[in-house]
């Protein structure tokens, strides 16, 4: 078996995090006979210093023809001058859209080391085991018109939130068979309340819900749901929700789980390659200095092998690994360890060759 494998590191922390998940999974997949092929693009910043652009051709096009892509990060205040489709994170959203994906994965799961390392108490805490789905390529992200125009008083502003039913029960038919592989419970949310786009999405994933009679659906404002997510967490279990509900609940979710740095992210189309990464930016304050958390981008990593490469065996691993290294106090400074990047990196890797080649030894 083998696997081309498209990376792009990015800007600020991301060259760092994605150097050491490459690392462990190259591990992995060497230890369990995959041919890993890996080719290295200019994504963002470092595109746009390199070809004018933050999403260059050759780059959308070798993602198209790979059968995975990990990205660390995009942005830094050294191109935060750039406006419209100059700015680096127009390179992130013309990629996800270039791909296909229409479908975000984000996982948080709570570690039972990391309770106090959260500002929400650990009794609240404890037990949250959920995905948020969130929709990817449509919403005021992508919808039209999107302009600005005028000046002075009259200076105007415009994004529009455009969705169409088919893009809803796409991502949500995503939801409801995730919920059906794991506790059963579905919450929709969304602002139909008030918003046209939000009541053709109640509507929608309402009518999708009879496909799947064993999936309790339940549907949720917004800004109630908001405060169920750091006053309930553990009662959740898979979220659907549109593009910007869903970009904001999920840095929200990140508190939980005791850093942003901890959480990875898969994004799914119909067919075709995955974009994994961690759903942490780019941090250029800590940039170069070796200490970014890598554990969101090496559990990107075990998304990549589960969902692209159809190894659910070795993310299990993988994702088993990491729990031992946690366990084993290896943190980084944003969860109160002393660890370097590098360092949490080679701890993974050691770990989660020693588990694959003892059950290659058990099983032969």
Same mark, same amino acid.
Request: with cysteine; proline share 5%; net charge negative.
């Given at each position: 078996? @083998? /696997? ?48 004018? $652009?933050? %999403? ?14 990990? #990205?660390? =990060?995009?942005? !830094?205040?050294?191109?935060?001058? *750039? ?11 013309? #990629? ?17 080391? *990391? ?20 929709? %990817? ?42 919920? #059906? ?6 919450? +929709? ?14 509507? $929608? ?20 749901? =908001? ?22 609940? +999920?840095?929200?979710?990140?508190? %939980? /789980? ?7 992210? =898969? +994004?799914? @189309?119909?067919? !075709? ?23 969101? =981008? ?39 360890? &002393? ?20 059950? &290659?030894?058990? !099983?032969?």
């Amino acid at each position: 078996m @083998g /696997a081309h494998v498209v990376s792009l590191p990015g800007d600020g922390v991301g060259p760092e995090v994605t150097a050491v998940a490459l690392e462990v999974l190259t591990a992995v997949c060497a230890e369990a006979g995959v041919q890993l092929e890996v080719e290295e693009r200019p994504i963002g910043g470092r595109a746009i210093d390199e070809t004018g $652009t933050p %999403l260059p051709e050759p780059t959308l096009d070798a993602c198209r023809h790979a059968d995975a892509v990990l #990205l660390g =990060a995009v942005g !830094g205040p050294r191109w935060d001058h *750039l406006r419209g489709t100059e700015r680096c994170e127009a390179g992130l959203l013309g #990629l996800r859209r270039g791909m296909g994906v229409f479908a975000n994965l984000r996982p948080v799961r709570v570690h039972p080391r *990391l309770l106090d390392r959260t500002t929400v108490r650990p009794e609240v805490v404890r037990g949250t085991d959920m995905v948020l789905v969130r929709e %990817l390529t449509g919403g005021a992200y992508f919808g039209e018109p999107r302009e600005r125009f005028g000046s002075g008083p009259e200076e105007t502003a415009r994004d529009s939130t455009v969705y169409t039913a088919a893009e809803i029960e796409r991502v949500a038919r995503v939801a409801f068979s995730l919920a #059906l592989r794991r506790r059963r419970q579905l919450t +929709s949310v969304d602002k139909a309340n008030v918003m046209i786009t939000s009541q053709l999405w109640r509507d $929608t994933v309402t009518r999708l819900a009879a496909d799947f009679p064993e999936v309790t659906l339940e549907h949720q404002l917004v800004d109630s749901f =908001a405060m169920r997510l750091v006053q309930r967490p553990a009662s959740i279990d898979v979220v659907v929700t549109e593009n910007l509900f869903g970009d904001i609940l +999920s840095d929200e979710a990140g508190v %939980l /789980a005791g850093s942003l740095g901890m959480l990875p992210s =898969a +994004s799914l @189309g119909d067919s !075709g390659a995955g974009l994994y990464e961690p759903i942490h930016g780019s941090a250029p304050d800590i940039a170069g200095r070796g200490v970014a958390n890598p554990y969101g =981008a090496i559990l990107s990593a075990a998304l990549l092998l589960r969902h692209s490469l159809g190894r659910d065996d070795l993310a299990l691993a993988l994702e088993a690994a990491v729990d031992a290294c946690i366990d084993d106090g290896v943190l980084s400074p944003d969860l109160g360890g &002393s660890m370097g990047t590098a360092v949490i990196g080679a701890a993974v890797r050691d770990r989660v060759v020693r588990r694959l080649a003892a059950a &290659s030894t058990v !099983g032969g």
